[in-house]
């Protein structure tokens, strides 16, 4: 079993950046698909972005292609979530997953694992 905790959020003007990530303990994320979601009060969790640690391949939805970009580091067991020209509609709680059977799934039940989350803030 996974332990993971998310950190970086926080209050950022429209067009900055702002940096996520998720630290494991327990067990190497390597054993899983790791990805962040997002949810904003009332709303299902939505996928943002995926990434397999064994080969490096990540996979980003739509809508924050060219803007986002998820990344893991192996010898700290960590993934983050680099957020660059964030808007308004980017403000919700960010929140790591982790999938044990290792799917390549958008779908937030297919995960087992989940952080607090992280609140993040874009004011315009």
């Known amino acids: 079993q996974v332990q993971l905790v998310e950190s970086g959020g926080g209050w950022v003007q429209a067009g900055g950046s702002l940096r996520l990530s998720c630290a494991a303990s327990g067990r190497t994320l390597r054993s899983y698909t790791m990805a962040w979601f997002r949810q904003a009060p009332g709303k299902e969790r939505e996928f943002v972005a995926f990434?397999?640690?064994?080969?490096?391949?990540?996979s980003e939805v739509d809508d924050v292609k060219g803007r986002v970009t998820i990344s893991g580091d192996n010898d700290k067991d960590t993934v983050s979530l680099q957020m660059n020209s964030v808007k308004p509609e980017d403000t919700d709680v960010y929140y790591c997953?982790?999938?044990?059977?290792?799917?390549?799934?958008?779908?937030?039940?297919?995960?087992?694992?989940w952080g607090q989350g992280t609140q993040v803030t874009v004011s315009s």
């Open positions: 990434i397999n640690l064994n080969g490096g391949s990540t």
């Open positions: 997953a982790a999938d044990a059977n290792r799917r390549w799934s958008s779908e937030f039940s297919e995960y087992d694992y």
